[in-house]
């Protein structure tokens, strides 16, 4: 596969996330469960089941728990700029950065759920959704997704 094209195959797979991260802000922006309780109670249970890393608890318990109201907006309005900055291939690599601490943080809030004492490979088979796309927003942060079919880029049409 010639670079070009794997810069296009980069750029449709960030596009395609993209479009990911608008789903999943648009129910949290657009409802009302989320914000109005939804974020709360998976934070207390990640906390109270002990299943966040003992890194990561304090934030939780300190800052999160006490306003969860804000931390559900912030993480929906994340979500969308995220999704919006992937799509368009603007400012791709900031919320590369961005998206991966969020995975990141994700994965550490919840690392425990398969169980205290479980095979390690059960701790990666929970976070199949938090790992690969931090993977991809890794991938997309180092090589600069955002150049190919993107406004940072330029945006040129497929195939010139």
């Known amino acids: 596969m010639s670079d070009a094209n794997a810069r296009r195959v980069l750029a449709l797979v960030r596009v395609a ?3 990911m991260f608008l789903f999943f802000a648009e129910y949290k922006i657009v409802g009302s469960e989320f914000v109005h309780g939804g974020f709360q109670k998976y934070i207390s249970t990640y906390v109270d ?17 006490p306003h969860p109201y804000l931390w559900a907006r ?13 799509v368009l291939g603007w400012f791709v690599r900031l919320s590369s950065l961005g998206g991966l ?17 479980a095979p390690i490979w059960r701790y990666f088979g929970a976070h199949l959704d938090n790992i690969p796309l931090a993977m991809l927003f890794l ?3 180092v090589f600069n997704a955002g150049k190919t079919w993107g406004v940072d880029g330029g945006v040129t049409l497929p195939g010139k």
């Open 17 to 19: 996330v993209g479009v």
């Open 49 to 65: 089941q002990h299943q966040a890393l003992s890194l990561v608890r304090p934030m939780l318990t300190g800052w999160v728990l």
């Open 74 to 86: 912030i993480v929906a309005w994340s979500e969308l700029l995220i999704g919006i900055s992937l």
């Open 101 to 117: 601490v969020f995975m990141l943080t994700m994965a550490a809030a919840s690392w425990y759920e398969p169980g205290h004492g």
């Open 139 to 141: 991938i997309f942060l």
